[in-house]
């Protein structure tokens, strides 16, 4: 298995540019998110989905989209780039163990993103 | 104030000390995890914990529901054991909020 893979590695875009972070992940996990990682700040979820065609918005979702049409893929995008977005982004996907409420995290290698 | 706070945020060491890095959290949780960042970025689950303590290898993660606290030791420690250690708490299903992080560094 791959994992979870995320491309491309690093992008700089124009302010106003728009692109698509590709998430994949070849586990049949259901659960798949979106998160951005600021020095100082730690980890803050962006989007995330239950199941595909299902997406729900996390703590800092303004400035992008998402969708699931599939198990494996779990895209997002930047509608318009501002320099507040320049972050590395990771996606990640879960699993619920057994009949409890946990789930097991697997993290892409990240996308290290720069506005200017 | 964070729903996860972790101290110290920044740790260095001795080869071979005993290391313990400690999360507290204020929120109702289903689990807590101990996540290791390395210096290339990527992030690996080093536990999932919801009760007690787990040990794989030199790490040992403990977990006290009732005190809203958890702690990562690392017994022995070894430069390669230099990352970012992170404590994430799962509020509800797959959704994580995360410490800022444990910068450890071990010097030989």
């Known amino acids: 298995n791959a994992g979870v893979t995320q491309t491309p590695k ?35 979820l962006i989007h ?33 780039a501002a320099p507040s977005q320049t972050s ?18 697997y993290f892409g290698p990240g996308t290290r993103l720069t506005v200017t | 104030k964070n729903e996860v706070e972790q101290s110290p945020q920044n740790l260095t060491a001795q080869e071979g000390e005993f290391i313990t890095i400690n999360c507290s959290y204020s929120v109702g949780i289903s689990a807590l995890h101990w996540l290791q960042q390395h210096p290339g970025g990527g992030i690996v689950s080093l536990f999932m914990l919801s009760s007690g303590k787990k040990k794989h ?33 799962s509020p509800s299903g797959s959704r994580l909020t995360f410490g800022e992080g444990t910068q450890l560094t071990v010097n030989p």
Not at chain 1, 93 to 99: L, N
Not at chain 2, 68 to 83: F, V
């Open chain 1, 88 to 105: 590395v982004y990771f996606c990640a996907s879960s699993y619920s163990r057994g009949a409890g409420p946990s789930y097991e995290q």
């Open chain 2, 57 to 89: 290898g030199r790490l040992i993660a403990t977990i006290n529901i009732q005190e809203k606290h958890s702690s990562l030791h690392i017994t022995a420690s070894h430069p390669r054991d230099s990352a970012v250690y992170i404590c994430a708490v």
């Open chain 1, 10 to 44: 690093f992008q700089v875009l124009k302010t106003g540019q728009s692109m698509t972070l590709q998430c994949a992940q070849d586990m049949n996990h259901e659960y798949m998110s979106w998160y951005r990682q600021d020095p100082g700040m730690g980890l803050r």
């Open chain 1, 48 to 80: 995330y989905s239950v199941g595909a065609g299902i997406t729900d918005q996390g703590e800092v979702p303004n400035g992008y989209n998402v969708s699931r049409s599939t198990t494996e893929d779990f895209p997002l995008r930047l509608l318009s």
